[in-house]
């Protein structure tokens, strides 16, 4: 059982549209971190949410940390083809625990 | 600015046999971990160090042997490797724990046959 709950597990949208990425949990964590990730490649860090209702954005994507502090969301505006990817959400204590993921594929 | 370095790359192993991926970084990072990537799985933690002569399991540590001898360094040993342990590893390393950034190695691609 996965500790982080990610949805869709597969996007694939036009470049120009929207897309949101779910992150869930039913634990509260002091910070939850989003990590994209390219083929061949290891995930790299976008971004680190850590109080609860916090929006922060980085160009076109902008994530939302829950309330509550037990879920995340990502969303990309008018996508390109270089957002494609798998976006990772991932949080913990001690150590950290990832999601699944989410493939997202933005066609040209 | 090599970051998390691990070695090797690609490996085919025969069931049965052994190996040790090493992974390095030049970060002087506190943390080091070992993760499997599997499709549909995401990424699960197989062990992790907190800093250098320890060692503590992760999700998925059956099967598997750590060791951190040296602060930069961080080995994963299959003593005897599974048809199962076909994977993708990522080492990483980051300066704390959780809420720090991890830095990630590029993979090292393993099948077993």
């Known amino acids: 059982t996965q500790l982080l709950e990610q949805s869709p597990q597969f996007l694939s949208i036009q470049e120009g549209e929207n897309l949101t990425v779910y992150c869930n949990s039913s634990?509260?964590?002091?910070?939850l971190q989003w990590y994209r990730q390219e083929p061949g490649e290891g995930p790299v860090l976008l971004v680190t949410?850590?109080?609860?209702?916090e929006v922060k954005k980085l160009k076109r994507l902008t994530f939302q940390f829950g309330d509550a502090r037990k879920d995340s969301s990502l969303h990309i505006t008018a996508a390109q083809p270089g957002d494609t990817g798998l976006y990772l959400c991932?949080?913990?204590?001690?150590?950290?625990?990832f999601g699944a993921g989410t493939t997202v594929t933005v066609r040209a | 600015n090599a970051g998390v370095t691990q070695t090797p790359k690609f490996r085919v192993l025969k069931t049965g046999q052994s190996m040790t991926l090493l992974c390095a970084q030049d970060?002087?990072?506190?943390?080091m971990y070992w993760y499997r990537q599997d499709p549909g799985m995401g990424l699960r933690l197989i062990h992790y160090?907190?800093?250098?002569?320890?060692?503590a399991k992760g999700e998925v540590p059956d099967g598997y042997n750590v060791s951190r001898l040296k602060k930069q360094n961080f080995l994963l040993g299959l003593e005897s490797a599974a048809p199962s342990q076909t994977s993708v590893y990522f080492c990483?390393?980051?300066?704390?724990?959780?809420?720090?950034?991890?830095?990630f190695g590029e993979g090292s691609w393993l099948t077993v046959v």
């Open positions: 990483a390393s980051s300066y704390r724990g959780t809420g720090n950034t991890i830095y």
């Open positions: 634990s509260v964590f002091s910070s």
């Open positions: 949410v850590v109080t609860g209702g």
């Open positions: 991932a949080g913990g204590f001690t150590k950290l625990s």
């Open positions: 970060m002087n990072h506190e943390y």
């Open positions: 160090s907190v800093g250098e002569g320890t060692t």
